[in-house]
C-alpha cells in the first residue's frame, strides 16, 4: 500500500489476537502499523508485534526487491512490543543500519532486549532533524503519548506525520466499522489518563502542516483531519463530547436493575437524548469507561456489599479515576437491606476527581423500590432531565423570572451625605456602562433616602465589598433606613477627595462618583456618573451576591415552620398565605423575595 509516491504501508493485521496488551476486547482484530520511506537514505518507521516478524521482514524485503537496496535507519517512535518486539531481529537482518530513538528508548532496548544498542544509535531530540534526500524527519518528544520514550515524526516533503500511539484505533486495517467508536475506546483505555499530554502534543501539531496522519494503529488518515484533530482535542480536554445519561450498574438480584430500567424509561420521557445503560457485570469494561468519558452524566447504581460497594461497581469507578474522570454530572442510586452504604463509599472513591457535580437527588433503596424511593427516582430524572426540558422550546417553563439571580452581581455600600450626616446603603446595580470616558451606571431604589440625597447632591462613593464582610455590615447598611438612623454610628469613615465617607474595612475598592445623568425608571432612578477618584484598597476578592448568598448570610431557621422565607435576609413569615404587598420587616424587600418553605 502507498502512501504517497515515497512513503509505503509495511505493517501487518492481527486477526487472532484475544486481548490488546493482555486486557482489551479487539473483536475485529488490530493492525501494527510499520511505514518505508524510499528516497537517497532509505527509512523504515518502528516494528510490528513478535508473532508478525517474518511477515513484516518480508514486506520490507517485498518493499526494496525492485531496487535491491537496504534500509539506512529503523526510526523507533515507541518501545511498547506491540511496535518494538522486532527490533533486535532487524538489526541482525540489516547489520549496517542505523537505529533512530530517544534516549529513553534507547535505555528500554537494553531492558527488553538485554543487548546495548548505543553504537548503531542516533539518539535524537525534540526539534532535531534526520535528512534523507528529498525528505527530512524532525522529531518531537510527545512523553506519555503513550509512554515517556514516545517520539512523533513530521515529514515535511509529504506533509506526513507518523504519530505512534495517538490517533490509533483497535481493529484490523480490513474491519468495516466506525473510527470514533474505536478509536474513542482505544484513547480513553490508553491514553486517556494522559490528557494534558496529548494536550501538548496537539499544540506542536498545530504548527505543522499536516496532509496525512499515518498512526501506529488503525487506518491512515488523509481526509477530514480536523475531525480527528477535534475529537481528539475533546478527549484529552475530557470535555463533554455527546448530550446524554450514562447509566452503570451492578445488581445482585435484580432490584438495582429494575429501579436502573425505570430511571431510564423516566429520562427517556423526560427529553434525555440518549440513555446508555451498561451492567457492569456483563459488559465490555473498556466500552462502558468510554461511555463514562464521552457523555455528560454519569448514574452510578450498585448495592452495599461487604461493607463497601459490588466488586464489579469498584472496579469500574477506579478506570475512571485512574483516568482524570473529570468535568461531569454525577449521581447516585443506591440498594442495601441494612447498613446502606453505597452511595457513601462510590462519592468517597471520586473524591480526588476534578470538577465533577453531584446531583442533589440521591436514590436510596431498601432491598426492593418502594413508593419512596420511586419518589426519590422520579425526583433524580427530572433534576438529570431538567436542561433538556429547559433546552426545548416545546418543553420550556418560559416565564422563570427566577433566571435573573443568575445575572452575576456585586454588592456595595454606595455611601453619600445629606449635609448633616453620613449615610450609606447596600446595592448590587453598579456597572461600568462606557470605557472611553468611563462611565458607572448606579440603579437605587426611590424609596431609599440615599436616592433622595444622591438626587440632590450628584455626588456618591461606590464602596466595593470584598468577601471578608460580615453579616452585620449587610444589617447595618441594608436593614434600616438613614432617614432615621445613623449607620455610621460604630464606625469612623475615612474621607475621599469629594468628602464623602468610604469604609475603614471590608472593601477592596472604591470609586467616587459624579451624577451625570439620570434616568427615571418609575420605583428606580439610575444615576450615570464619571468617575472623579478610584482607589484599590486590597487584593481581597469582591463580594458577589452568590457568595454572600452561600457564606455570609445566616441560615434561615425555617425547621418545624410553616410559611415563607425571604431570599433576601432570610426572615420567616409564619402562615399560609404571604400578602401580595407584604414587606419584609428586616430587610424591605417586598414579596416576591420570599419563597415557600418546604
Ligand atoms: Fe501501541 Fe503504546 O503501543
Known amino acids: 500500500m502507498k502512501i504517497s509516491e515515497d512513503i509505503l504501508y509495511i505493517g501487518v493485521n492481527d486477526r487472532d489476537i484475544d486481548l490488546f496488551e493482555g486486557q482489551y476486547a479487539v473483536p475485529n482484530g488490530m493492525a501494527y502499523n510499520s511505514y518505508l520511506i524510499l528516497d537517497e537514505k532509505i527509512a523504515v518507521m518502528d516494528t510490528v508485534d513478535a508473532r508478525f516478524t517474518h511477515e513484516w521482514l518480508d514486506n520490507i524485503q517485498f518493499a526494496l526487491a525492485p531496487s535491491g537496496r537496504k534500509p539506512d535507519f529503523l526510526v523507533v517512535q515507541h518501545m511498547e512490543p506491540d511496535h518494538s518486539a522486532n527490533i533486535a531481529r532487524f538489526l541482525e537482518t540489516y547489520p549496517h543500519t542505523q537505529v533512530v530513538t530517544s534516549s529513553k528508548a534507547l535505555a528500554m532496548m537494553k531492558q527488553f532486549f538485554g543487548k546495548d544498542f548505543s553504537q548503531r544509535a542516533i539518539v535524537v531530540k525534540e526539534g532535531d532533524t534526520l535528512p534523507l534526500g528529498k525528505h527530512t524527519l524532525t522529531f518531537y518528544t510527545a512523553p506519555m503519548v503513550h509512554w515517556p520514550e514516545v517520539l512523533v515524526t513530521y515529514d515535511h516533503a509529504d506533509k506526513v506525520l507518523f504519530s505512534a500511539d495517538g490517533f490509533g484505533k483497535f481493529g484490523a486495517l480490513d474491519a468495516q466499522e466506525d473510527w470514533a467508536c474505536e478509536a474513542r475506546r482505544y484513547y480513553i483505555g490508553i491514553v486517556g489518563k494522559y490528557g494534558a499530554q496529548v494536550q501538548s502534543l496537539l499544540k506542536k501539531a498545530a504548527s505543522l502542516d499536516i496532509e496525512k496522519i499515518c498512526p501506529l494503529h488503525g487506518p491512515v488518515l488523509i481526509e477530514n483531519l480536523g475531525y480527528y484533530i477535534n475529537l481528539y482535542n475533546i478527549w484529552s480536554s475530557y470535555t463533554v463530547e455527546s448530550e446524554g445519561v450514562v447509566i452503570a450498574y451492578t445488581s445482585v438480584y435484580g432490584n438495582t436493575k429494575k429501579a436502573v430500567l425505570s430511571l431510564a424509561d423516566k429520562l427517556r420521557a423526560g427529553g434525555c437524548p440518549k440513555v446508555v445503560v451498561t451492567d457492569l457485570a456483563r459488559c465490555d469494561m473498556a466500552e462502558a469507561v468510554e461511555d463514562a468519558f464521552r457523555y455528560g452524566k454519569l448514574v452510578l447504581a450498585t448495592t452495599t456489599y461487604n461493607a463497601d460497594i459490588f466488586p464489579f461497581m469498584r472496579d469500574f469507578i477506579c478506570r475512571l479515576t485512574e483516568r482524570n474522570f473529570q468535568n461531569r454530572t454525577v449521581a447516585f442510586v443506591e440498594n442495601g437491606t441494612w447498613a446502606p452504604l453505597a452511595a457513601k463509599v462510590m462519592k468517597e472513591l471520586l473524591k480526588d476527581c476534578k470538577n465533577l457535580t453531584y446531583a442533589e437527588n440521591i436514590v436510596h433503596i431498601k432491598s426492593a423500590l418502594n413508593e419512596e424511593s420511586s419518589a426519590q427516582l422520579e425526583a433524580l430524572a427530572a433534576e438529570l432531565c431538567h436542561e433538556y426540558v429547559e433546552q426545548r422550546s416545546e418543553t420550556a417553563n418560559k416565564n422563570d423570572l427566577t433566571a435573573l439571580f443568575n445575572i452575576g452581581y456585586g454588592l456595595y455600600v454606595v455611601t453619600c451625605n445629606d449635609g448633616k450626616k453620613d449615610n450609606g446603603l447596600i446595592v448590587n446595580t453598579v456597572s461600568q456602562v462606557t470605557n472611553t470616558p468611563n462611565r458607572v451606571a448606579v440603579t437605587i431604589n426611590k424609596q431609599n433616602y440615599s436616592h433622595h440625597v444622591i438626587k440632590q447632591t450628584g455626588v456618591m462613593n461606590v464602596n466595593c465589598l470584598s468577601t471578608e464582610a460580615p453579616f452585620q455590615v449587610f444589617e447595618t447598611f441594608g436593614f434600616q433606613s438613614g432617614r432615621n438612623a445613623d449607620k455610621f454610628a460604630n464606625c469612623t469613615p475615612l474621607r475621599s477627595d469629594n468628602g464623602l465617607a468610604f469604609l475603614p474595612r471590608y472593601i477592596n475598592s472604591f470609586l467616587s462618583l459624579k451624577v451625570e445623568q439620570y434616568v427615571d425608571l418609575d420605583t428606580h432612578g439610575m444615576f450615570i456618573c464619571s468617575i472623579t477618584e478610584a482607589r484599590v484598597i ?45 414587606i419584609c420587616p428586616l430587610c424591605k424587600h417586598g414579596a416576591a423575595d420570599f419563597e415557600p418553605i418546604h
Open 538 to 582: 486590597s487584593s481581597a476578592e469582591t463580594m458577589t451576591y452568590t457568595y454572600y448568598q452561600n457564606n455570609v448570610k445566616p441560615k434561615p431557621q425555617t425547621e418545624g415552620k410553616k410559611g415563607y422565607v425571604c431570599k433576601i435576609c432570610g426572615y420567616v413569615y409564619e402562615g399560609e398565605e404571604l400578602p401580595e404587598d407584604f
